[in-house]
């Protein structure tokens, strides 16, 4: 009898051994995952108390969020509906300030009243030494107007820019002369140019210039360089250009041609952009001309400046938005200037 109930024991106990190894083997991975891990312990990373916050953030891709400043940041701006001639927000419109890039829109008026598209320009020797933004055209290589046209608008090339100036009847200085001359036809009083591109001119030694911060740089205000741009964009070449996302540029000497890219995000909103182009340098900041419509009317801005000159520009345009909505409501009163703090 004995030896039949130790039989039947042992047997009850072989049929315990997994329901008692499945416990032991849950209370230790429970006991693995929240104890300190050990020196060497692959699950070191994930499990350590000592991770630091900043390894988290980066394994999960995790980005934290910076502080977002309230109101538009660039130091001037200005923004009209030339339509009706009615400035609708503003701050530091008058005051001369650098203006990179926009700089661009004047040079393609000049080019589209002096040079025929069709034309084919030749990239000078020294168009290495130009600094970026560029296209990359390589000296000696053949290219058309239009094409050139569309670097400097769309990827503002100021390679581009140069080749355009030093094909220009008289050359580069005579270029910039006729751009001091078209704008200063326009009424324009505080805008003056020294180079086609934006970039700043170093005055005698290049060393010296850079080190001494002797340069003459582009300026002009917010609302006289709002007047170029509205004149700009009503030119069906330039309008049509700048809202290109990109172009290929054709080449004599590179097969694949010259891939450009706009530098102009605001084309990826859903606004109703119909001209744009942006501009930087260390001493301007970002500056951006926008023109959009809506309904029956236009809202012109541009901003000078500023270090988000896209974010600037969205918060300007919904703000003038609203207020010509509320100016044509028929409950609304008249509309009046907004000045911004």
């Known amino acids: 009898m004995i030896k039949k109930e130790n039989s039947e024991n042992r047997r009850d106990l072989l049929c315990r051994l997994p329901v008692l190894w499945g416990i032991l083997s849950l209370i230790f991975l429970c006991w693995s995952t929240t104890a300190p891990a050990k020196s060497g312990d692959p699950l070191k990373p994930a499990l350590s108390e000592k991770v630091s916050q900043k390894k988290i953030l980066k ?8 502080p977002v400043s309230q109101g538009v940041q660039a130091k ?11 400035t609708l927000m503003e701050r530091n419109p008058d005051q ?19 040079m025929r598209l069709d034309r084919k320009v030749t990239v000078p020797d020294h168009i290495k030494t130009i600094p970026k933004s ?4 390589k000296p000696g290589d053949n290219v ?23 094909a220009f009847t008289g050359g580069k200085q005579k270029f910039v002369e006729s751009m001091n001359k078209k704008v200063s036809s326009l009424g324009n009083q505080r805008t003056f140019f020294f180079t086609p591109s934006g970039l700043d001119r170093k ?6 210039a850079k080190n001494s911060g002797d340069v003459d740089f582009n300026v002009s205000t917010a609302r006289e360089m709002a007047q170029i741009a509205r004149i700009a964009f009503s030119n069906k070449t330039i309008r049509s250009i700048s809202l290109k996302k990109s172009h290929i540029i054709a080449s004599n000497m590179n097969k694949t041609g010259y891939h450009v890219k706009t530098t ?6 859903n606004l109703p952009l119909i001209g744009g182009k942006t501009g930087y340098t260390s001493r301007a ?6 023109e959009f419509i809506s309904g029956h009317d236009i809202v012109l801005i541009v901003v000078l400046g500023s270090p988000d000159h896209f974010r600037d520009t969205r918060l300007v345009y919904r703000t003038a938005l609203k207020k010509t909505k509320a100016a044509t409501s028929p409950q609304a009163p008249g509309s009046k200037r907004v000045a911004a703090n």
């Open 59 to 66: 394994k999960h891709n995790i980005k934290k969020n910076k």
């Open 203 to 208: 005055n005698g030694n290049e060393q010296e």
């Open 144 to 166: 058309s107007v239009e094409d050139l046209l569309h670097g400097l608008l769309i990827g503002s090339g100021n390679d581009c820019a140069e080749t355009l100036a030093c």
């Open 134 to 137: 560029v296209v990359g055209l």
């Open 264 to 269: 102009n995000k605001l084309l990826r909103d």
């Open 96 to 114: 001369s300030m650098p203006v990179a890039s926009l700089t661009k829109l004047v040079t393609a008026l000049v080019v589209l009243d002096h």
């Open 285 to 290: 900041g970002h500056c951006l001309a926008s």
């Open 76 to 86: 001037a701006f200005y923004c009209v509906n030339p339509s009706k001639n009615e």
